[in-house]
């Protein structure tokens, strides 16, 4: 099946650094999303993208379907963006529904 | 965004007992559903599809027999973790997407103890 790696794993900003999040996919996919899971566990959707930019507030994001890559961007990040970053990817062909997830980057803002 | 809504969101249990977890689309229909388990400090695998009117399809590893999934109506699946063991402990999501919609929204997740 598909794979979903994202780097960096762990990331420690301090409060108005911008950061860039990235997700590969072994395969060509018809869905990228992007997800912030909270600590409480709760998955919020960031972005729906896969292909082209979109952008909302401070976050953006990009995906390059042709070579398999998508980039979440973090600008003036604060303390509430704390926790862990998902993508998740369903591929074009052959995987039914699914999504498959990212390893996730964890991300932790200080002031 | 679509509504996808999970209960109970945290539940503790007792060795050997069955735990019920529902994962409610609130405001379209849905005729498959995803249910996900996520171990501490780490990634989401999916576990099983759930679709309406038949039988879920699981994933490889997966007992269908141990995570028993019923998705009897266009806005209602539900998993069931019978006989459950300290093992089974976990954080459960299940995510559903309107239909001609691929976008996947998510519940609250339930976090299971079994003690």
């Known amino acids: 099946g598909i794979q979903v790696e994202q780097s960096p794993p762990d990331l420690i900003l301090q409060e108005g650094a911008n950061s860039t999040l990235r997700c590969n996919f072994s395969?060509?996919?018809?869905?990228l999303q992007w997800f912030h899971q909270n600590p409480w566990g709760q998955l919020i959707n960031l972005f729906y993208?896969?292909?082209g930019t979109k952008q909302n507030g401070r976050l953006s994001a990009t995906t390059v379907a042709t070579e398999r890559y998508s980039l979440l961007y973090i600008s003036s990040s604060q303390t509430t963006d704390s926790g862990v970053y998902f993508c998740?990817?369903?591929?074009?062909?052959?995987?039914?529904?699914?999504?498959?997830f990212g390893t996730g980057t964890q991300l932790k803002v200080e002031l | 965004g679509a509504v996808v809504s999970q209960h109970p969101s945290r539940v503790i249990c007792k060795s050997g007992t069955s735990v019920k977890i529902e994962c409610r689309s609130l405001?379209?229909?849905?005729?498959?559903m995803f249910w996900y388990r996520q171990f501490p400090k780490k990634s989401l695998m999916l576990m099983a599809t759930?679709?309406?009117?038949?039988?879920?399809?699981?994933e490889q590893g997966v007992e269908k027999d141990k995570f028993l999934i019923n998705h009897a109506s266009l806005t209602l699946s539900t998993l069931t973790v019978t006989s459950a063991h300290p093992e089974d402990s976990s954080f459960y999501i299940c995510?559903?997407?309107?239909?001609?919609?691929?976008?996947?929204?998510f519940g609250q997740g339930t976090r299971l103890t079994v003690v």
């Open positions: 395969d060509s996919v018809n869905n």
């Open positions: 405001d379209f229909q849905a005729t498959t």
């Open positions: 998740a990817a369903r591929i074009l062909t052959g995987g039914g529904n699914k999504l498959t």
């Open positions: 759930s679709n309406e009117g038949s039988k879920a399809t699981y």
């Open positions: 993208i896969p292909s």
């Open positions: 995510s559903a997407r309107p239909s001609g919609n691929t976008e996947a929204f």
